[in-house]
């Protein structure tokens, strides 16, 4: 472990070079005599052990610590969770998927030791590294603060090294970033001969191959709330992004707002002012980074109103740049500056502040639908559109009608419609059969006409059994959808009358795959 003297020596050779060197000490020169930085595999988003080679430029200048500012995206390995505790690590029992990487010194002091994830200290470490160093005089151990800074990257601080040491080669599992740019790692390096005076250096490399990097986020929306579906309220509403691990990080996400939802103007004058907040959960992170969000105004007359937001925790503070701007008849939002931090989730929500105002009512009527375009850190675009979710509803059940004629004349026509639940979109239709009445699968070809939402449904995907039919591939916003069964589809297996009813199974699967069921007694017609 860090003993208080070293830590004490650090903290006082920092304080020393950010107040400036003494003329005196001028006699002592240390310096990087030579760098290097980067993954075995260059490959983006490769999972793959990050290397780091440090040698000092004079023998007898002993390096003492070191700080390593990673580049932003050089992160741990996301899919290690076990941790070594410090009764582990001080008994030298660290269970093996506790290992991080390794440490070799050479120089006067020659050791080589081990890298294990120990529980990062509360506040603004993300991380703590435990370095067990095996020397001639016996076991050593050291202690590594992992910190987040503001442009997203990552700082390791190595302290306490053996007296003598003149390199460090430091090799730490991890995964690279997800953008082709160039990644700088910059090194601070502090000597016993002269503590006061730090040497500094870079090293990069460029990840490659950033094309080939997976990249299909999902976008889920929600809007209102109990008592905000109402015209002219004031509603909630969110947007996130959901990634599965080993995928390219986002950097920007474009949202545009579904019809209906607008700034209220009334709203403008107060600015700047809170309206809503971002989030940001990571594996890597004990708890998600988030901060809150501010509407400054227009940077200038008719332009889009600007965003103030950054997502804070550990210490640090990630600035993103955001806008609020009127495309069309629709409010698009947009952030910029996502950090790559291997996110699972980037969400934005906007409070029921007073800045959105609800033209309609957001439970009736033609389904809401909100488009967005998602970008990675490499640039790729990811184009979506997802129905809104619509909170706060009245729990109306959904309906179902149908019309069954053609009995008399053995040539049945059957006509049924179906409405979804307040806040549903129809995703796939069914209709199951009663006993007298089956399905022409022989002769069937096209065995329904599909409407949804009043519109024809030119390639429905269609399973057909003899006594049950599913629709599906009916479009992203059907709320209503009407099954035409023409003659010759269906046929009578049994003696029915005209006057007498028939139970019929409808259904349908909603945009949460969420399966609503309803039975119908239908009147047989002639």
């Not at 760098?35 to 075995?40: G, K, R, Y």
């Not at 002091?109 to 990062?120: N, Q």
């Not at 990552?154 to 090799?171: E, F």
């Not at 007359?301 to 009127?326: C, D, H, M, R, V």
Request: net charge positive.
């Amino acid at each position: 472990m860090l003993d208080r003297r070293r830590a004490a020596t650090l903290a006082a050779a920092i304080a020393i070079s950010l107040l400036g060197a003494l003329p005196g000490a001028a006699a002592a020169s240390f310096g990087i005599g030579s760098v290097s930085a980067a993954p075995a595999d260059q490959t983006a988003g490769a999972h793959t052990p990050f290397i780091l080679r440090l040698a000092a430029d004079d023998p007898g200048s002993g390096l003492q610590a070191f700080v390593a500012h990673l580049p932003p995206g050089q992160i741990g390995d996301p899919t290690a969770t076990a941790r070594c505790s410090q009764d582990q690590f001080t008994a030298g029992a660290c269970p093996a998927g506790t290992h991080a990487g390794a440490l070799a010194l050479t120089g006067g002091t020659t050791a080589s030791g081990d890298i294990y994830l120990l529980p990062p200290a509360l506040g603004s470490e993300v991380e703590r590294l435990g370095i067990v160093l095996h020397a001639p005089g016996g076991d050593e151990r050291l202690q590594a603060p992992v910190s987040l800074r503001a442009d997203g990257g990552l700082d390791l601080t190595v302290d306490g090294l053996p007296a003598g040491v003149t390199s460090v080669t430091l090799t730490l599992n991890g995964a690279n970033p997800t953008s082709c740019a160039a990644a700088t790692t910059a090194i601070d390096a502090y000597s016993y001969a002269a503590p006061g005076q730090p040497a500094h250096a870079s090293a990069s490399y460029t990840p490659q191959a950033c094309d080939a990097v997976g990249f299909s986020p999902v976008l889920v929306v929600t809007a209102g709330g109990a008592g905000q579906t109402a015209r002219g309220t004031h509603p909630d509403f969110s947007a996130a992004t959901r990634q599965p691990p080993g995928q390219a990080g986002v950097r920007q996400l474009t949202v545009a707002l579904p019809e209906g939802l607008a700034v209220d103007p009334a709203a403008l004058g107060r600015a700047p002012f809170r309206i809503g907040s971002i989030s940001a959960a990571t594996p890597l992170l004990p708890s998600p980074l988030g901060g809150p969000v501010t509407v400054l105004g227009p940077a200038a007359p008719g332009a889009p109103l600007q965003l103030s937001a950054s997502l804070a925790g550990f210490g640090a503070a990630i600035p993103l740049s955001g806008t609020l701007a009127l495309t069309g008849t629709r409010l698009q939002a947009t952030f910029d500056g996502i950090p790559d931090l291997a996110l699972s989730s980037f969400a934005l929500t906007l409070d029921p502040s007073g800045l959105l105002i609800s033209s309609r009512d957001l439970c009736t009527g033609a389904s809401l639908f909100a488009d967005a375009t998602i970008t990675s850190q490499s640039g790729a675009q990811w184009p979506t559109g997802v129905p809104v979710s619509v909170q706060g509803c009245p729990p109306l059940r959904p309906t179902a009608s149908a019309r069954l004629t053609g009995v008399a004349a053995r040539r049945p026509v059957l006509h049924v419609r179906i409405r979804a639940a307040a806040g549903d979109t129809i995703r796939d239709a069914g209709v199951g059969l009663p006993p007298a009445l089956r399905f022409a699968t022989r002769r069937a070809r096209s065995p329904v006409t599909m409407l949804a939402d009043a519109k024809l449904v030119r390639r429905p995907s269609v399973t057909l059994t003899s006594s049950a039919i599913s629709v599906g591939n009916l479009g992203a916003r059907a709320r209503t959808v009407e099954l035409l069964f023409r003659p010759g589809t269906l046929r009578l297996t049994g003696r029915l009358r005209p006057g007498s009813r028939v139970a019929l199974r409808v259904g349908y699967v909603d945009s949460a795959m969420r399966a609503r069921r309803l039975t119908l007694r239908v009147l047989a017609r002639r």
